[in-house]
T-cell receptor
């Protein structure tokens, strides 16, 4: 069964600290993996898109890694800011058609 | 602002009713995607259209249907509504062409079924 699991479910960190969010998937075959940031009540915003051949991709203070062999991805946030408080969602897209499989997200809270 | 617009912003209706949600993609985008986000299920992909034609189907119920018009706007029709259909419905669009494209999400329509 195609599944995407994220951990932790929620996380609280101090402003200025780094954190890492995890995404494990069983989706097969595999085309690409996406990370989104979603503020409460708003539409998701794309952070990174990685294909099978990419191991790392950065977008400012956000760095995503992908290990297609172990089917794991991580999103590392550096020097967190209050505005980073949001839900972070991992999405996997298989080769067949354009179905998208979503994780349930990690809720991140950055406190002063 | 992603450039994707959705109307209405909020919709309250009763069980058994039918509603239509509207989405206008970013200028020049040919692909439109519909997603449902409920508290217990998270985000789920419903359906994708590309230049007026259905491209991919996800977990869309038979009571739901969608279409993309020649001007590229899209509508999602939800019928015989049930309490469980209460959710945020997002539309996203991506640029023309095949291959992997970044999706830009609209602000969503919050549907409440009473």
């Amino acid at each position: 069964k195609n599944q995407v699991e994220q951990s932790p479910q929620s996380l609280i960190i101090l402003e200025g600290k780094n954190c890492t969010l995890q995404c494990n998937y069983t989706v097969s075959p595999f085309s690409n993996l996406r990370w989104y940031k979603q503020d409460t009540g708003r539409g998701p915003v794309s952070l990174t898109i990685m294909t099978f051949s990419e191991n790392t991709k950065s977008n400012g203070r956000y760095t995503a890694t992908l290990d297609a062999d172990t089917k794991q991805s991580s999103l590392h946030i550096t020097a967190s800011q209050l505005s980073d408080s949001a839900s972070y969602i991992c999405v996997v897209n298989p080769n067949t058609g354009n179905q998208f499989y979503f994780g349930t997200g990690t809720s991140l809270t950055v406190i002063p | 602002d992603s450039g994707v617009t959705q109307t209405p912003k909020h919709l309250i209706t009763a069980t058994g009713q039918r509603v239509t949600l509207r989405c206008s993609p970013r200028s020049g985008d040919l692909s439109v995607y519909w997603y449902q986000q409920s508290l217990d299920q998270g985000l789920q992909f419903l359906i994708q259209y590309y230049n007026g034609e259905e491209r991919a189907k996800g977990n869309i119920l038979e009571r739901f249907s969608a279409q993309q018009f020649p001007d590229l706007h899209s509508e999602l029709n939800l019928s015989s509504l049930e309490l469980g259909d209460s959710a945020l419905y997002f539309c996203a669009s991506s640029a023309r062409g095949i291959g992997i494209r970044e999706q830009f999400f609209g602000p969503g329509t919050r549907l409440t079924v009473l």
